[in-house]
């Protein structure tokens, strides 16, 4: 069983940026990790993911230069770094897991563990 942990979020202006943070109770045999959001009313949705290992890296389109996705294997934690944020962008965040090697990346069922998810707000 793993457990995530996340922190970072809160109330910034459009044109700011935050950091979201991920730690992981245990990396041992993780095979990525992710983070998706979600706003009321709207499935959760992808927003990132970095395969543990190899370090590849996965964006949705709407965040591509403007956030990205890293990890530090020593801390087991994985990062968002959110640049530019819109208001668009508000949502309460996830950090995902799973220790298996998936192909659907951007599928909220590939994940096999989350967190309890940090709020992220944007004003304009």
């Known amino acids: 069983q793993v457990q995530l942990i996340e922190s970072g979020g809160g109330l910034v202006q459009a044109g700011g940026s935050l950091r979201l943070s991920c730690a992981a109770s245990?990396?041992?045999?993780?095979?990525?990790m992710g983070w998706f959001r979600q706003t009321p009313g709207k499935e959760r949705e992808f927003v990132a993911a970095i395969r543990w290992s190899e370090g590849n890296i996965y964006l949705a389109d709407s965040v591509k230069g403007r956030f990205t996705i890293s990890r530090d294997h020593a801390k087991s934690t994985v990062y968002l770094q959110m640049n530019s944020l819109k208001p668009e962008d508000t949502a309460v965040y996830y950090c995902?897991?799973?220790?298996?090697?998936?192909?659907?990346?951007?599928?909220?069922?590939?994940?096999?563990?989350w967190g309890q998810g940090t709020q992220v707000t944007v004003s304009s």
């Open positions: 245990s990396t041992f045999n993780t095979a990525v």
């Open positions: 995902a897991a799973t220790q298996k090697w998936i192909l659907a990346i951007r599928s909220e069922s590939s994940y096999d563990y």
